[in-house]
């Protein structure tokens, strides 16, 4: 029994020797062996069979591995790991033909006899250690030539990564490793294409550190790593070429990213930032970007022209940027709004309301029917309208939409904390759009008023649809006095149109009065009307003010038989000036202000838009200086021609507008000081006693414009003045606090 047993020892061995060398099983078949197996395990022999086996398969694979190269040459390392390979498909065979001693082995160690046999193989390379160092360090250097462009084995790299995970070992000995030298590739070479591209943008270096993460995605993809592996391999690569440098990447070209709308490289910048977990650092250079590039727009200039259009520009890229770069992140768009509301209402608050206003009086003001800026002329019939009405068409600069020029300035008012600057100033353009008639239509104009109050409330935009209000009881008070016997009995003996805008004081900004000698026929029909207005509402009075007034005057030019005739859309004033040239052909400056009555400063800009304009000359002037002197002489030009039948004669704005809009910042003041009045009363009436900080932060969290604390704390000074408010000082906190007086 004993000489059979050791004879099929004998067998046994020879077995596991053929499976190791790929030869023919000696003695038999692969079945005759599993008998065998399945006899011993019968007769309670398992334990030491396994034993045995595991001594026998150890015994082979150090031969099998001895007899290998461990050279790091590229043949040496493929053959190796070719070896290694193979003893792996050998233990699958052995455990298939011991599969009999599955039971007994999960009761000892709870696994499966493959398990078992790959943990020994996995013991044997680490006791022997110069193989598995050999295949570990081939393929790390498979990997470091691939990224220095070299051609390599991919075929041989994959097959020692698979070693590597059917042992195990992958997570253990090749990841960490395969991890620290990708880290210190990544910070070399980023180092080094920095140096080389010294000049390089943002962009082109956003491109490098694609190109290193595709390639490095690529090998791992094509050589069989674990997708975790390759995630953590990116991580590497953006921690080293991004966050580390992070603060100097964005130091440089960033802003220029933002404001040149290049979405691709801000959307990558993005994903860097996110994947690292630097969102805030980026969202902090993104608002930093519009701040820097909003204050730069407002110290660049003070024209309108060119301030207004560039903010839009700047809305338009950072909010492109935001939804096309960013995914439409809501702390982005925190960031752009409190960017653009810092640097918009940084300095001055009431600069961009000011200016805001001016771009909008631009968009929705037009010429009537003909050349804006152009002139007027006399041997004229005159008819006067002071009424509002749609003009044929709008004259909008390069044809832009009218809706979209609003729905632009809009955004800009969004962000401007001085909307009570903005709202006195676009009062003020709106009076003159409205009762000159340059306005593109009122459609346009409600259609503003109505998006300003779903902006800020019906409350704020109360004037503005108060002077609609009125210009729509003047239609129907024009529509009864035409009506009267002694209206209809004056027009059809002067053959002239009259509609008069009666306009309530408080709802429209106040305009200043002038005695002038008014021409006969309207001044005829200014007392008519008068009369009829104050027998219609006992007790008011009427104020008129010819510096808002509009007409159309009809000129003949040429001989009889060869005349043409023009009208002109023109100022009262430019009306009665070129009125004068009916009686004479030549006239000196004197004479016509003495005839006319017209203020000085405001006459001689009269004169100007008259004589001035290079393309519809009304009157020539004896001298070719710029202001109109005292000592001009104007004369009728007869030869005047032009191609249009009706002419829009522009006015020149006086110099005095500096001052004009000084008193819309001072009412604006006052109306301020008004409202932080209130507010002070209002809180301290409601809780009876503050302290000095408390009463601050409560006003400015009540005020609807950017209150500064100089401000408030006058207006409490004043109250106390006025004994609403009594200061008292606790002397043992040293605390300043107010109390209400009721």
Known sequence: ????????????????????????????????????????????????????????????????????????????????????????????????????????????????????????????????????????????????????????????????????????????????????????????????????????????????????????????????????????????????????????????????????????????????????????????????????????????????????????????????????????????????????EGSLNSRSAKKVAKLLARHMDCVLRSGRGGVRAGVADPKCSQSFSQS??????????????????????????????????????????????????????????????????????????????????????????????????QAKQLLDETGVEFVASVLTAGRWPAQPSADISIPSIPFRLMTCFTNFYQRQHTGRSLSWCPALGQCVLRATYGAAGGQTRKEFVVSHFQAMVLLCFNSADSLCFGDIAEATKIPQADLQLTLQSLTLHKAVKILLRDSAEQDVQSTDRFTYNGGFTHKLHRITVATISPKEQLQEEDAVEQRVVGSRQHELDAVIIRIMKAKRKLSHSELLADVLASVRFPAEVVDIKRRIESLIDREYLEKHVLHDQGIACYVYLA
């Open 1 to 340: 029994m004993r000489i059979r047993n050791r004879s099929l020892k004998v067998t046994r061995v020879q077995a596991v020797s053929a499976l190791c060398q790929r030869r023919p099983l000696p003695g038999g078949s692969k079945q005759a062996l599993c008998r065998h197996v399945e006899a011993l395990c019968s007769l309670g022999l398992a334990e030491t069979l396994l034993q045995e086996l595991l001594q026998d398969v150890a015994l082979q694979l150090r031969q099998q591995l001895s007899e290998c190269s461990v050279d790091l040459d590229q043949d040496g390392l493929s053959n190796l790991v070719a070896v290694a390979l193979a003893m792996c498909g050998v233990l699958t065979d052995v455990s298939r033909i011991y599969s009999f001693l599955d039971s007994a082995v999960a009761r000892k160690a709870d696994a499966s006899l493959y398990e078992v046999l790959r943990g020994h193989f996995r013991r044997v390379l680490l006791e022997t250690h110069q193989p598995l160092d050999s295949i570990l360090s081939g393929a790390l250097r498979l990997i470091h030539e691939h990224r220095q462009g070299k051609v390599v084995d991919k075929q041989t790299l994959k097959s020692a990564i698979q070693l590597f995970k059917i042992l195990d070992l992958y997570t253990v000995q090749l990841e960490p490793q395969l991890l620290e030298e990708t880290a210190t590739f990544f910070c070399k070479e980023s180092s080094i294409w920095l140096e080389e591209h010294e000049l390089a943008k943002l962009p082109d270096f956003l491109a490098f550190v694609e190109r290193c993460l595709a390639a490095e995605s690529s090998l791992g993809e094509e050589c069989g790593m674990l997708p975790s592996t390759m995630m953590q391999i990116r991580a590497a690569g953006q921690k080293e070429m991004i966050q580390t440098r992070s603060e100097e990447l964005l130091s440089v070209g960033f802003d220029d990213l933002v404001l040149d709308v290049q979405v691709e490289a801000l959307a990558i910048l993005y994903q860097h930032f996110r994947d690292i977990g630097a969102l805030p650092v980026l969202r902090r250079a993104y608002g930093d970007a519009l701040r820097k590039a909003g204050l730069n727009v407002l110290e660049s200039s003070d024209d309108f022209k060119v301030v207004i259009p560039s903010i839009e520009r700047l809305i338009s890229a950072a909010q492109e940027v935001l939804s096309a770069a960013f995914l439409d992140d809501c702390s982005f768009g925190i960031a752009l709004k409190e960017a653009l």
């Open 388 to 485: 509002f009405s749609p003009p044929e068409r709008a004259d909008l600069e390069l044809g832009e939409d009218a809706e979209a020029c609003v729905q632009r300035a809009i955004q800009i008012f969004r962000y401007i904390a001085a909307k009570d600057a903005f709202e006195a100033f676009y009062r003020k353009d709106l009076a003159r759009r409205l009762l000159l008639q340059r306005s593109i239509s009122r459609e346009a104009e409600l259609s503003v008023a109505l998006k300003l109050r779903g902006e800020c409330g019906s409350a704020y935009t109360a004037g503005i649809e108060g002077m609609f209000q009125n210009l729509e009881i003047s239609r129907v008070l024009s529509e009864s006095f035409e009506a009267t016997a």
